[in-house]
């Protein structure tokens, strides 16, 4: 299947997507879910894991604003979605700025998530590389990540997606870069967040390398689309919801190399 068909999948089937994101990102996850044709829910009680998360089509965990009940439900939910070959994204925001939180995206590393989302300072710190990132924010170049990504992917057996100006993915043997976007798209909170959600759609719809790619590629245009109407951060968070509902198809492969 080719991005293209995922795309297709996505708005035809409307998969289920259990969204384990952050306070900041429940608004623009939920909504970029569904502006791209697939189906938020922001379930993250851990009493409720075993019930819901067998229910759903893919699985994102985001560990922006993480605690400790919050990660003992995303580990239970990463378990249940193992059991139930289901695919789940896993993004380890920041993962770098505490030892608590560094644990905890090793220890959800460790279950093998299907597809890793994060900047470059993310994914060489997730792969024990010294990094310069600040926060949420990268302080390192795609290009400097992308032997850090190779790595994780052979040594998980996951698909690996740095973003940045010139995204990069990998499944440790094939690899493809995604172009364009806007300079405003850093400037809207936790935009990036709600990108793995959408990777999660996809996920549930195909290969986990496509389906990286998808979100990637579907982010971008939307992204150069809502970047030629926006006067600034809030009229282009605007535009982009639209732009992410009416990108074609077709359009996808126009950004992958």
Not at 18 to 30: L, P
Not at 96 to 106: G, H, L, M, N, V
Not at 236 to 249: K, S, Y
Request: aromatic share 6%; with cysteine; charged share 15%.
């Amino acid at each position: 299947m080719t991005p293209q068909d995922l795309l297709t999948a996505l708005r035809d089937q409307k998969p289920l997507v259990q969204c384990m994101t952050n306070y900041v990102a429940m608004n623009i996850a939920a909504n970029v879910v569904l502006a791209a044709g697939a189906s938020p829910a922001m379930v993250h009680a851990e009493e409720e894991i075993a019930d819901f998360t067998p229910l759903c089509g893919a699985l994102s965990i985001n560990i922006g604003t993480i605690s400790t009940p919050w990660l003992a439900s995303m580990m239970a939910a990463a378990r249940v979605a193992n059991d139930r070959k289901i695919p789940w994204v896993l993004d380890p925001v920041a993962h770098f700025i505490s030892d608590y939180r560094k644990r905890a995206a090793q220890d959800l590393l460790a279950l093998r998530p299907t597809i890793v989302r994060g900047n470059a300072s993310e994914i060489l710190a997730l792969a024990g590389e010294a990094g310069a990132g600040k926060g949420a924010d990268s302080g390192d170049s795609v290009e400097a990540a992308q032997g850090a990504a190779r790595a994780l992917a052979q040594k998980f057996d996951a698909v690996v997606a740095i973003t940045g100006p010139v995204d990069f993915v990998t499944d440790g043997s094939q690899e493809a870069q995604v172009s364009g976007g806007s300079d405003l798209m850093p400037q809207v909170t936790a935009l990036g967040c709600s990108q793995t959600a959408l990777m999660g759609g996809y996920a549930a719809t195909g290969p986990a390398f496509q389906a990286a790619l998808a979100g990637l590629a579907h982010f971008k245009l939307a992204g150069t689309a809502a970047g030629k109407l926006a006067n600034g951060p809030g009229s282009f968070q605007m535009h982009f919801l639209d732009a992410l509902a009416t990108t074609q198809p077709s359009e996808l492969a126009s950004v992958i190399s």
